[in-house]
């Protein structure tokens, strides 16, 4: 059984910076491409970040050069260092394998605020 523990959310001003984390247990987590996935309300959820099992990472338009997602398969952890966040990247923020159907569950989620 997969589990996926995201951390780090939380309240920053517009302009801001955050480094989320995740955690994954109960499967081979270095031979998945794994990615961040954000969902605010009202909307459905969206790949934010995806990273390879080889390190090679892609994001989408809305986030690309202002967010990073990194790596640790010693640690089974994933991260996502966001930079300069706007208040469109309000969310509840997930990890998961790419695609996510791979896992068959989700985390709790993280949630990040940007507002005054």
């Known amino acids: 059984q997969v589990q996926l523990v995201e951390s780090g959310g939380g309240l920053v001003q517009p302009g801001g910076s955050l480094r989320l984390s995740c955690a994954v247990s109960?499967?081979?987590?270095?031979?998945?491409?794994m990615a961040w996935y954000r969902q605010a309300p009202g909307k459905q959820r969206e790949l934010v970040a995806e990273?390879?099992?080889?390190?090679?990472?892609n994001y989408a338009d809305s986030v690309k050069g202002r967010f990073t997602i990194t790596r640790d398969n010693a640690k089974n952890t994933l991260y996502l260092q966001m930079d300069n966040l706007k208040a469109e990247d309000t969310a509840v923020y997930y990890c998961?394998?790419?695609?996510?159907?791979?896992?068959?569950?989700w985390g709790q989620g993280t949630q990040v605020t940007v507002s005054w």
């Open positions: 998961n394998a790419v695609p996510s159907s791979l896992f068959a569950t």
């Open positions: 109960g499967s081979i987590f270095s031979i998945y491409n």
């Open positions: 990273i390879t099992s080889r390190y090679r990472p």
